[in-house]
DNA sequence: GCGACAG
DNA sequence: ATCTTGTCGC
């Protein structure tokens, strides 16, 4: 698949400046979606994160079965460094190469990472469903957050874009995230009992919809399936890149 | 002003 | 993200 883009930013301010005029372009929302297929991204990174090499991993599946329908994959060197708020700067590289050897078109795109629930409201799953025009949302691991030690009530998290509480124990519990009025996005407790996750709307797709994925996608762990199998498959090919290197 | 900050 | 062993449980 195509993933037309402007050239990559090699300093902040030039990210930022693009991030805003990006930002224009998202549909935070969209129509009820029933995806046949989902496919995950990740990277993995080599060394200490700066200096080596980026490895990603896009893997296509059956929604129904969970079955892996395509996988593809591409590695450069690291062109940007890990700032909060411009994590797409640095995956997007050589997430947009695995992306265009795709030979399908998945129906949605799962993101590790967050989307519209960031600073400016241009996450990661923004920012990949602006460029390949599909719908997408991101399922994070950990809150973007800032934690409140002095908040009265109940222990509340402020995030970076929004705040919340504990969800219930139940798999299928959630809570909302929000800033305010506007919700950003929801904290989904995929398994009964475990660490809750992050699921915030991308691009074209509503929250409810993203809910239900989500949870689709995880029968069994935390983590969508998606995102589990892009990130074994990334990690695995990193692996691979080491032993060849340390083999001249 | 300092610090907190997806991966 | 990455560095890392054993351990508890289904």
Do not use: I, N
């Amino acid at each position: 698949m195509l993933v037309p883009h402007d050239p990559w930013p090699a300093g902040e301010a030039e990210a930022l400046a693009q991030q805003e005029a990006l930002r224009a372009r998202v549909e935070p929302t969209g129509p009820p979606l029933s995806a046949r297929t989902a496919a995950g991204l990740d990277v993995s990174y080599e060394d200490d994160g700066d200096t080596g090499r980026a490895v990603a991993a896009v893997v296509v599946l059956d929604v129904a079965t969970l079955e892996v329908v395509e996988t593809a994959v591409a590695s450069g060197p690291v062109t940007f460094p890990y700032v909060p708020g411009l994590l797409a700067f640095r995956e997007l590289p050589v997430l947009t190469e695995a992306l265009e050897r795709l030979t399908v078109t998945p129906d949605v795109l799962v993101c590790d990472g967050y989307g519209v629930a960031h600073p400016r409201r241009f996450g990661l799953a923004c920012h990949v469903g602006v460029l390949t025009g599909l719908p997408t949302f991101g399922v994070a691991k950990t809150a973007f957050v800032v934690r409140e030690p002095s908040a009265p009530g109940p222990a509340a998290e402020q995030t970076a874009g929004g705040a919340h509480q504990e969800p219930g124990p139940r798999r299928g519990d959630w809570a909302p995230l929000t800033d305010g009025t506007e919700t950003l996005g929801r904290v989904l407790r995929t398994q009964p009992g475990v660490k809750p996750v992050f699921v915030s709307v991308g691009h074209r797709v509503d929250l409810d919809t993203a809910t239900a994925l989500t949870l689709a996608l995880a029968p069994r762990y935390r983590l969508p399936e998606t995102t589990r199998q892009a990130d074994q498959l990334s990690r695995r090919l990193l692996g691979g890149l080491d032993a060849a290197h340390r083999r001249p």
